[in-house]
């Protein structure tokens, strides 16, 4: 079964709403979450590192205020996408890794966003 | 900067054999990784080299030479299922941090 639950999986929003997308790791605590973007046919996009405790790191060219990101807690981070517009339509998926040495990263099912 | 080039697509038939190379240029590497994503679906972990040399998982394996900067996913017996891209990704630090490549389609025909 699925470890990281993100949802929700479909958001269809008019432009200048804000949109909260939630991620959660079930089976373990992740002190660390990733936030990526994914383009149609297009590899994932690393947006930012969310940091539980602490400020997100953002990948540069990010826009943090655009993307604001909030780690509450070993389990939870969010993700919000504030005054939407139809130029952040995407794919959004969060993962978290796991501790062990290869490093594996969980992901989620992935939000798609749709902005009118 | 940094930089993991793959193909972008590769077709074959059911019980064949894929080779996917992934060649990569960053500025620290601790392991090559590779994630398997159906389309609209997440993307899920298939196997990773931290050290040379090949690693077996079932009818999927994978190999890394960091001298060569370079690994690759096989892909074994194909089955229709297996259609889906396949991203290698690097992890250049101590962190958790991944960087991926463009991703390769493949689509197994009949």
């Known amino acids: 079964g699925a470890v990281v639950s993100q949802h929700p999986s479909r958001v269809i929003c008019k432009s200048g709403t804000s949109v909260k997308i939630e991620c959660r790791s079930l089976d373990f605590q992740a002190t660390t979450m990733f936030w990526y973007r994914q383009f149609p046919k297009q590899s994932l996009m690393l947006m930012a590192t969310?940091?539980?405790?602490?400020?997100?790191?953002?990948e540069q060219g990010v826009e943090k205020d655009k993307f604001l990101i909030n780690h509450a807690s070993l389990t939870l981070s969010t993700l919000t996408v504030t005054s939407a517009h139809p130029e952040d339509s995407s794919f959004y998926i969060c993962s978290a890794p796991t501790r062990d040495y290869k490093n594996i990263q969980y992901f989620g099912a992935g939000t798609r966003l749709s902005v009118l | 900067g940094q930089s993991l080039e793959q193909p972008s697509e590769v077709t074959a038939v059911e019980g064949a054999i894929v080779q996917i190379n992934c060649t990569y240029q960053?500025?620290?590497?601790?392991?090559l990784s590779w994630y398997q994503q159906h389309d609209g679906g997440a993307p899920t972990f298939l196997s990773y080299n931290g050290l040379d040399g090949l690693e077996e998982t079932g009818r999927f394996s994978s190999f890394l030479s960091r001298s060569d900067s370079y690994g690759y996913l096989l892909l074994q017996e194909l089955q229709m299922k297996d259609s889906a891209s396949y991203f290698c990704?690097?992890?250049?630090?101590?962190?958790?941090?991944?960087?991926f490549g463009g991703g390769t389609r493949v689509l197994v025909k009949p």
């Open positions: 960053t500025s620290g590497f601790y392991g």
């Open positions: 990704a690097v992890r250049m630090a101590a962190g958790n941090k991944l960087t």
């Open positions: 969310s940091n539980e405790g602490s400020k997100a790191t953002y």
